[in-house]
């Protein structure tokens, strides 16, 4: 989804400049009627809806990859409850070791 973001707020962005253009007429013309501000007026408010959303994607996006890359644990993942009981029952002397390996065969073929 950020991949087909980016261009468009890319684009917004090199736009701004053009917007913030101010034409001088002389002393005491502030407004030129609807060939002035109007286009700042338009889309000053979604450049900065664009920017807003832009930074808080970026932040979202940055957050994601810090978790994803800070939150894996290094070494073998731990054993299933389903296998950490058939070693209690195998360590118990409930099950014989051909039953043990049968069923850890088994389980560790899902």
Sequence with gaps: MLTRFLPALAALLAAGPAWAQVRDHGPGMMW???TGWWPGMIFGW?????????????IVALVRWL???GGQASGPPPPSDARRILEE???RGEIDEEEYLRRRRHLDAR
Aim: a positive charge; glycine letters at 18%; hydrophobic letters at 65%.
């Design 46 to 58: 979604l450049f900065m809806i664009a920017l807003l959303v832009g930074v808080v994607l970026g």
């Design 67 to 69: 978790g994803r890359s």
């Design 32 to 34: 030129d009627g609807w």
């Design 89 to 91: 029952r195998f360590a």
